[in-house]
């Protein structure tokens, strides 16, 4: 059983940044890929950005590729988002989930745990 908390979410203008976290409870956080996924009002929940257990592989949405940057501490159960040169279309709430299978996923259905979700607001 995995539980994740995610945090750092809040508002911010156009051009600015934030970093989001997900703390995680569990050895199995560990073990697998996680990733970030987000969800603006009326829309599908859509991938942002992902890392393998080790951290050594990232893969990005081609939205957010080079102003995003998603990163691991394997050693703190934490996973984070960096998010910089936020765009209004960013706006969305931010989901962190740890997938089921050993490689990189995309589809939201390959990921087992989810946390609550932590908003993001960007104004222009």
């Known amino acids: 059983q995995v539980q994740l908390v995610e945090s750092g979410g809040g508002l911010v203008q156009a051009g600015g940044s934030l970093r989001l976290s997900c703390a995680a409870s569990g050895r199995t956080f560990r073990r697998y890929p996680t990733g970030w996924f987000r969800q603006a009002p009326g829309k599908e929940r859509e991938f942002v950005a992902a890392?393998?257990?080790?951290?050594?592989?990232?893969s990005y949405a081609d939205s957010v590729k080079g102003r995003f940057t998603i990163s691991r501490d394997n050693a703190k159960d934490t996973m984070y988002l960096q998010m910089n040169s936020l765009k209004p279309e960013d706006t969305a709430v931010y989901y962190c989930?740890?997938?089921?299978?050993?490689?990189?996923?995309?589809?939201?259905?390959?990921?087992?745990?989810w946390g609550q979700g932590t908003q993001v607001t960007v104004s222009s």
């Open positions: 890392v393998t257990w080790s951290g050594g592989t990232t």
């Open positions: 989930a740890v997938s089921q299978f050993s490689s990189v996923r995309y589809n939201p259905s390959d990921y087992y745990y």
